[in-house]
């Protein structure tokens, strides 16, 4: 059977009349905001009854621009956003995040160990995935760029301004509203997951996360902990265990790390490279 030649969509397209609609007669109709493309009201697209439509959006648009960048999988890094880089320990005036200053280090150090790898597979897996802001999430974009790769950041908007670091690859750097969609795409290619030192943000993913895999509504992947000192500090694992509020062997859902060397050691154990 011989294939039909392709030939472009018969349908007039969304974008040729929303063009049209600018070159409209100005008439008490066509300004009247009933009289617009739906699709091009952002009055309309801002109503609470169409915040469906709107996560929605918000879930497919990363979705396309990874899958049409064929990002196949990610390693997510969290952790805490006021933990300085070195450029910046001098000015900071409290001593529990100068103390965990080095983390910022070891972020960029495992973020460039892991680019690398993924580079072996033409980018395509093991593409380093932050929250997009300042801290470790700066660390992990920096330490892929300096790797000569790409990196996602998955930004949100909050009442206080926060934009992207710069490291992240233009192309990845995504914008949200909604927290629930956001936590999504960490987790959607995930193959593995890494927590930095952090505070509520990195806490709530963190046991998100840890919940999806418990409860076995994803698959368990790489699971690593930097620092043990400081989680074992803040969290009382063990009570939880005594309390019988989680097994014995739910702790084996993760597992500490303190340097990039040793994370990279685990994730990468008897490969040299990952497969793509």
């Known amino acids: 059977m011989t294939d039909l030649p392709s030939r472009p969509h018969p349908l007039r397209d969304s974008v040729q009349d929303v063009e049209a609609s600018h070159r409209l007669p100005d008439t008490p109709q066509t300004r009247s905001p009933s009289y617009r493309l739906a699709f091009a009201d952002d009055d309309f697209l801002m109503k609470q009854e169409l915040r469906p439509v709107r996560l929605q959006l918000e879930l497919l648009k990363p979705q396309m621009a990874l899958d049409s960048a064929e990002i196949r999988s990610t390693v997510v890094l969290f952790g ?19 103390a965990l200053a080095p983390y910022y280090e070891e972020a960029r150090k495992f973020a460039a160990e892991v680019t690398r790898r993924s580079l072996q597979t033409y980018g395509h897996d093991w593409v380093i995935c932050t929250g ?22 998955l930004n949100i908007m909050l009442p206080h301004e926060q934009v992207p670091n710069p490291w992240v690859t233009p192309e990845f750097s995504f914008n949200f509203h909604y927290f629930a969609i956001r ?11 890494c927590i930095f030192p952090g505070g509520f943000g990195t806490m709530d993913e963190m046991f998100e996360a840890l919940t ?16 043990q000192a400081y989680w074992q500090k803040v969290i009382n694992w063990e009570a939880l265990v005594d309390a019988g509020t989680i097994n014995a062997q ?17 994730l990468f154990a008897g490969q040299e490279s990952f497969p793509g």
């Open 80 to 98: 805490g956003a006021r933990i300085p880089s070195p450029e910046k320990v001098a000015e900071t005036r409290k001593a529990g995040l100068v």
């Open 132 to 153: 997009g802001g300042p801290g470790v999430m700066e660390a992990g974009n920096r330490g892929a760029a300096e790797a000569g790769g790409r990196s996602i950041g």
């Open 183 to 193: 936590k999504m795409h960490f987790l959607m290619r995930a193959a593995a997951i």
């Open 212 to 227: 999806l895999m418990q409860t076995g509504r994803m698959r368990r992947v790489p699971f690593l902990l930097f620092g």
């Open 250 to 266: 739910d702790l084996d859902l993760f597992r500490f790390v303190e340097t990039a060397d040793e994370a990279v050691a685990v």
